[in-house]
């Protein structure tokens, strides 16, 4: 059975910074690309992050670059999401997500693996 579980979230003032870690379990992730959905109050689940599994590429959404930054550990079968600069628009619980394809170069919302959730708040 798969899972992924995140972890790390909390609360953080806006500026600072946080890691979040999402280890899977179940199956090896490492031909998957892994990454990192959130999702607001009253918003749809937006894209955040994803690390291909290559190992070479990265892509962002346009809100978080500069400031986050994916990374990966294959040995451990673990995805994380580097936060810093933290502004209260990034407040949302975020999911880890795991595409169900092997070799695919993004994570296609309708066939991955989704973790629970971690809450992240930032206060003004």
């Known amino acids: 059975q798969v899972q992924l579980v995140e972890s790390g979230g909390g609360l953080v003032q806006a500026g600072g910074s946080l890691r979040l870690s999402c280890a899977a379990s179940?199956?090896?992730?490492?031909?998957?690309?892994m990454g990192w959905f959130r999702q607001a109050p009253g918003k749809e689940r937006e894209f955040v992050a994803s690390?291909?599994?290559?190992?070479?590429?990265?892509d962002y959404a346009d809100s978080v670059k500069g400031r986050f930054t994916v990374s990966r550990d294959n040995a451990k079968n673990t995805v994380y999401l580097q936060m810093n600069s933290l502004k209260p628009e990034d407040t949302a619980v975020y999911y880890c997500?795991?595409?169900?394809?092997?070799?695919?170069?993004?994570?296609?919302?309708?066939?991955?693996?989704w973790g629970q959730g971690t809450q992240v708040t930032v206060s003004s």
């Open positions: 179940g199956r090896s992730f490492s031909i998957h690309t």
């Open positions: 997500a795991a595409d169900k394809s092997p070799f695919g170069g993004t994570i296609r919302a309708d066939n991955a693996y």
């Open positions: 690390f291909s599994w290559t190992g070479k590429n990265t």
